[in-house]
């Protein structure tokens, strides 16, 4: 992992002082280790009642390093290409796969690797009822000083989503994040909404907009840290949840793979 900075400094503390990533991750409630003789069944529950699940210990420490390797290597090329820092998410936040021909990043062997990850295989196993197939590999990285929120959003719009898969589960795509470093609550850490899906069009089913958005407490918004290296995200693209500042000198990293059901 890399050292991060335990004091934030004033200007982010200013600035997140009228917002919140909300409550600290619960392990106990929302993740279940690799190594668990239920995980199937006992992260495709938790899936199923919070519309995410981590994984720990998804993968191993030699796999960390080499993806965190290459991770590296592309965002110096990224940057090359953008000395402005504009990013491509908003300023300092960067999409690998948005800055891609393809629009992925499985052209690169330690992404690549990611497909054969057995925990995480055995879980979407269970919640997609063996019936899906990938689509993507991306990754997302947030510049150290990246000192603004995300508002609150779905990577899915519902009129993406063929009418007969408009249903809760099984989901009609989702992401698997994986944590190659330490995450922290100055590091950028992920915040979502758990059990708030954009499933149709109603409007009270829709994320609030970013200056109207009750406070953390109200929403029950929940910050996914403190997370080790190694863990897996598994989120339901529908899912309410945005970034938050990387209040930290260091870039912070989630490298997502897409796994939709057919047909989509």
């Known amino acids: 992992a890399l050292p991060i ?9 200013s600035l997140m002082a009228p917002y919140s990533a909300g409550q600290p991750l619960d392990l106990v ?3 279940v280790h690799a190594g668990s003789e239920t995980l199937k069944e006992d992260a495709a529950k938790i899936f199923a009642e919070e519309g995410f699940v981590v994984i720990l210990d998804a993968l191993d420490t030699a796999d960390c390093e080499e993806v965190l390797k290459s991770c590296e290597a592309g ?4 940057l090359d ?13 960067y999409s690998f796969g948005a800055a891609m021909k393809s629009g992925s990043m499985l052209h690169e062997p330690a992404w690549a690797k990611l497909l054969d990850c057995t925990p995480m295989l055995h879980v979407l196993d269970e919640i997609m009822s063996d019936d899906y197939f990938f689509c ?5 990285f947030v510049l ?4 603004r929120f995300q508002g609150l959003h779905s990577d899915l719009g519902v009129h993406r989503v063929p009418v ?3 249903v809760s589960l099984p989901p009609p795509k989702l992401a698997v994040n994986f944590s190659v470093q330490e995450i922290t609550s100055e590091n950028g850490p992920m915040r979502v909404v758990p059990r708030r899906k954009l499933l149709t069009a109603d409007p009270q089913q829709q994320p609030p907009h970013y200056l109207d958005e009750p406070s953390a407490s109200e929403l ?3 910050s996914l840290q403190p997370l080790p290296p190694g863990a897996a995200i598994i989120r339901d693209l529908r899912l309410w949840h945005s970034g938050t500042p990387n209040c930290s000198a260091h870039q912070w990293r989630l490298r997502p793979l897409c796994a939709r059901c057919p047909p989509f």
């Open 5 to 13: 900075s335990r004091t934030p400094p004033p200007l982010c503390q």
């Open 29 to 31: 409630r929302y993740a």
């Open 75 to 78: 965002e110096a090329r990224i």
């Open 81 to 93: 290409n953008d000395p402005e820092m504009v990013g491509c998410r908003d300023r300092g936040r």
């Open 136 to 140: 993507g590999g991306g990754g997302d």
């Open 144 to 147: 150290g000083g990246t000192l």
């Open 164 to 166: 007969d898969q408009r």
């Open 220 to 222: 029950g918004t929940v």
